[in-house]
């Protein structure tokens, strides 16, 4: 439920010890803990100062301010994954080339159709360092994806979590 990575170990022993004696309402699954985890990518024509080197977990920015082309209720809605999914793609077991191939595909379509909301899942790979989770950042940062693709958020734990992404994709006009 708690993530090691996630603030600091004071801050989850407290919260551990608020938690301790919780049980979930008559009625009601329990659920994994729904804190959004992480921030909107940056397109790369937005801003020169991304990362030079590649990781595991995405780039990340700020999103104080309205980013542009998205009012902040839709933003929020998507970071907390409460935006319909209007399509989904499952990537999983494609090489890199039909992953890339896929996604582009998925992209133009849903922007050609009017679909906003796409959920790609990647799977997290071997030790959480899967290649196509770490690659699908890029691409839709990239070329003639950046163009369509407004934000991307890693999913909520109901979606995927980790190992899958909520994009965001314009409205043609």
């Excluded at 993530?3 to 009601?28: C, I, M, S, T």
């Excluded at 990647?122 to 290649?131: E, H, S, V």
Aim: hydrophobic share 35%; net charge positive; with cysteine.
């Amino acid at each position: 439920m708690i993530d090691k990575n996630d603030g600091n170990q004071e801050d989850n022993a407290l919260w551990r010890d608020a938690v301790r004696g919780a049980k979930p309402l008559p009625g009601k699954e329990k659920h994994a803990d729904r804190r959004p985890r992480g921030k909107p990518l940056k397109p790369r024509g937005a801003s020169a100062d991304l990362p030079e080197r590649r990781s595991a977990e995405p780039a990340a920015r700020d999103v104080s301010a309205a980013p542009h082309g998205v009012d902040r209720r839709t933003d929020e809605k998507l970071r907390r994954g409460m935006m319909p999914i209007d399509r989904r793609l499952d990537l999983h077991g494609m090489t890199r080339d039909e992953a890339y191939a896929a996604l582009r595909s998925a992209v133009t379509d849903s922007y050609e159709t009017g679909a906003r909301c796409m959920l790609v899942i990647t799977g997290k790979g071997r030790d959480g360092g899967g290649i196509l989770k770490s690659c699908l950042p890029e691409w839709l940062c990239d070329g003639s994806m950046g163009g369509i693709v407004l934000r991307v958020y890693p999913a909520q734990a109901l979606h995927g979590g980790s190992g899958a992404f909520y994009v965001l994709v314009k409205r043609k006009r």
